[in-house]
């Protein structure tokens, strides 16, 4: 019993000095900002494509050869990257190590 709690400790400890450090902090929501500037992208896009509608489609056309041009084990990596932290952050919250 005494173990599984200097190891509960450990983790804790080292999960404050992650905490405390400025890269990790900023790494797990970088994801989502990439999301958000997506989403907000279609607003500009918008206006463009009400008053240049080929520009606009010009832009699309771009950027779809652009995502079609990236490998597929490419995709897979990130999801798998993504779903894996996930489910570690999961999993680290339930047992008690991180906030």
Do not use: C, N
Request: hydrophobic letters at 50%; charged letters at 25%; a positive charge.
């Amino acid at each position: 019993m005494e173990k599984r709690q200097e190891a509960a400790a450990t983790a804790a400890a080292e999960a404050t000095r992650e905490e405390d450090d400025a890269w990790v902090r900023r790494a797990r929501p970088a994801f989502l900002y990439v999301m958000y500037g997506l989403l907000l992208w279609s607003i500009p896009m918008g206006l463009i494509a009400g008053v240049r509608p080929q520009m606009a489609a010009a832009i699309v056309e771009g950027m779809r050869a652009y995502l079609e041009a990236l490998p597929e084990p490419l995709y897979a990596l990130f999801g798998t990257g993504y779903l894996g932290y996930t489910a570690a952050r999961a999993w680290g919250k339930a047992k008690g190590v991180e906030r």
